[in-house]
């Protein structure tokens, strides 16, 4: 990627917490800040297509509310001036929200998500919306209505999915700090791919309010970043509890920050997933997880193998519970309330607008979930589908709890290969369901889990993943392995692995 | 199982969603695919195993009934695909023959 004007070329590259500073000590403005990295997206981005709404005009607003508020010499939080990019997924005022939909081009939402409100609160400058595939139902961003994604390492691949937006602008240095959503690896997937850092909190950790719901049992709002200290620092202004979330955890939100700046893993216990590699993962990705857990067992931590046999049972499990929980999630877009409204020419009845606009407003992949899961809700099937479903949910829950008796974390690849090419697996839609083999255990049975960068896979040059999973509350315990792991390699490559991708030129 | 595509045009009906013949076709297939692989999980889960809704375990949840300020009318009028003398319009909901 060429960083081609140089002013800005030293700004984009800073982490958050030290343009966070340079803000505070007013060696930087945050107006400055802010333009530049508008000047990135403006760059970059018809190239990579992160953002499917860049929000400048209140972008600068925002930024010079901040160095006002530094030069008046009020108190700003730690994140204050620092540039973000949103998921367009959550509901922010005055910015249309469409996730990834023609249902819903150009909705403006009537209200701010608890997590928007909390980026707001906190000074956070949101610069714009970014893609993902429609209603976060991907591993490739391919299935945004408004055309897929490219992953800044090689453009002629796909970001991840679905939050692949939020990953590629984060990793072309279009913005330092992005939030995701994760229901089945949707900040895990494409944060491996993508070669940065992404966390899904504990579920209940940060609020849904204002999140579109995919599957609401699933979903959870998370950091992306470049380092495992600025994810920290973002994951601690979103997460706590919210009254407008009914399933929000009223408990203090772990010291992630402190376990960030810790990275001690002396005396730890890693639990490495036996049933999570082997047959149909990368070479590249074996090789630089298997060299990731050696690296954690070097500075301190015990590695235990441990088996969760009914690991491979939470693939068809998803698959029946998500698709479930979305038939009914969607049914709201009725075309009556917001939203597109097709064929009312004054004879059509309700019903039948409605299954006309649903037909044009909804993606291939939408409507193929929306029929399997009222195929699976539908009575005849109910208990052979979603009733077993729901068993094997409570038998990967009963893995975990068994292993986490025995370990504080768990590690397995992110995800079984690297990024792949765009269009390679649009038509077959259980090849990219794989993509999450890794990550949806930790969806169904809610505990925290991340991804941190683990190097290139030296048959490809992409970027690997570790997943990390804790206990439910124990998402500081991701921070300390995940900060633990990145000194070590950074130490070793001589700065951070997206260093690699900025010096290149990836980006033509 | 085979899952034709009069089954999914059927399932499509119930969901609302008014597919095509084309994608009627390309759908079956597909979705056969997809329920034969997830129906292993038929394969483990025993009688005696309670289902699992939901992560963490839920507890009604309830707050003070105090008056909060709600979105206003116009605000929510305003998304709306069709609105007539303040309120929503939408199509006829009865038949025909009703």
Not at chain 1, 391 to 405: C, E, G, N, W, Y
């Amino acid at each position: 990627m060429t960083l081609r004007q140089p002013a800005n070329a030293e700004i984009i590259r800073h982490t958050a917490v030290d343009l966070a500073a340079k803000i505070k000590s007013r060696e930087l403005s945050a107006v400055e800040v802010t333009q530049a990295h508008l000047d990135r997206i403006a760059e970059v981005d018809e190239e990579i297509h992160a953002f499917l709404y860049v929000d400048a005009e209140r972008a600068r607003a925002s930024a010079a509310r901040v160095d006002a508020k530094v030069a008046a010499g009020n108190e700003v939080g730690p994140l204050a001036g620092v540039p973000l990019a949103l998921k367009d997924i959550l509901t922010y005022t005055g910015a249309p929200t469409t996730c990834g939909s023609k249902i819903l081009e150009g909705w403006l939402p009537p209200y701010d998500a608890t997590v928007t409100r909390r980026l707001l609160d906190h000074d956070l400058v949101i610069l714009g919306k970014t893609n993902l595939d429609e209603f976060a139902m991907g591993s490739s961003t391919e299935n945004s209505a408004y055309g897929p994604t490219r992953n800044p390492w090689d453009t002629d691949r796909i970001p991840g999915g679905s939050g692949g937006g939020s990953a590629a602008a984060v990793a072309a240095y279009q913005a330092p700090l992005a939030i995701g959503t994760d229901t089945g690896g949707s900040i895990r997937q494409p944060a491996a791919v993508t070669g940065t850092v992404g966390v899904k909190p504990t579920y209940g950790g940060s609020s849904r309010y204002g999140l579109v719901a995919l599957a609401s049992s699933l979903d959870q709002p998370g950091p992306c970043a470049r380092t495992v200290l600025d994810a920290a620092l973002l994951h601690e202004v979103i997460a706590g509890h919210d009254p407008c979330d009914s399933t929000s955890i009223d408990r203090p939100v772990p010291d992630v920050v402190a376990a960030a700046r810790s990275a001690d893993i002396t005396g730890m216990k890693i639990g490495v997933v036996s049933e999570l590699g082997g047959e149909g993962y990368a070479t590249g990705v074996e090789q630089r997880f298997h060299e990731a857990v050696e690296l954690l067992a070097s500075l301190g931590a015990e590695i235990i193998e441990v088996s969760c046999p009914h690991f491979v049972y939470a693939l068809p499990a998803y698959y029946l519970i998500l698709p479930a929980e979305c038939s009914s999630n969607l049914a709201k877009f009725d075309a009556m309330r917001y939203g597109l409204r097709v064929g009312d020419d004054g004879i059509a009845s309700a019903e039948q607008v409605m299954a006309m606009t649903r037909e044009a407003g909804f993606g291939a992949e939408v409507k193929r979930r929306i029929i399997i899961g009222t195929y699976a809700l539908s009575s005849g099937y109910y208990e052979a589908y979603y009733g077993q479903a729901q068993k094997v949910r409570t038998l990967i829950s009963r893995d975990f709890d068994k292993a986490f008796s025995q370990v504080d974390v768990l590690v397995s690849p992110s995800t079984p290969i690297t990024a792949f090419k765009i269009g390679e697996k649009v038509n077959d839609p259980l090849a990219m369901y794989m993509n999450d083999l890794c990550t949806i255990p930790s969806n169904l049975a809610g505990n925290a889990s991340a991804s941190f960068p683990a190097g290139l896979a030296p048959e490809d040059g992409l970027p690997v993943g570790l997943q990390v999973m804790a206990p439910p509350l124990a998402d500081d315990r991701l921070y300390r392995v995940g900060a633990a792991l990145e000194a070590t390699l950074e130490s070793d490559w001589g700065g951070p692995l997206l260093d690699q991708l900025a010096d290149r030129g990836a980006v033509r | 199982m085979a899952l034709t595509a009069e089954d999914v045009a059927n399932l499509a009906r119930l969901a609302r969603i008014e597919l095509t013949e084309a994608e009627l076709e390309v759908l079956a297939p597909q979705l056969d695919v997809i329920l034969e692989s997830v129906a292993r999980v038929s394969e483990v889960a025993a009688q005696d195993i309670p289902p699992t809704s939901h992560a963490l375990p839920l507890t009604n949840v309830f707050r003070e009934d105090e008056l909060r300020p709600s979105l206003s009318r116009d605000v929510v009028l305003a998304a709306a695909p069709a609105a007539e003398l303040m309120r929503f319009r939408v199509p006829r909901i009865l038949g025909e023959e009703a």
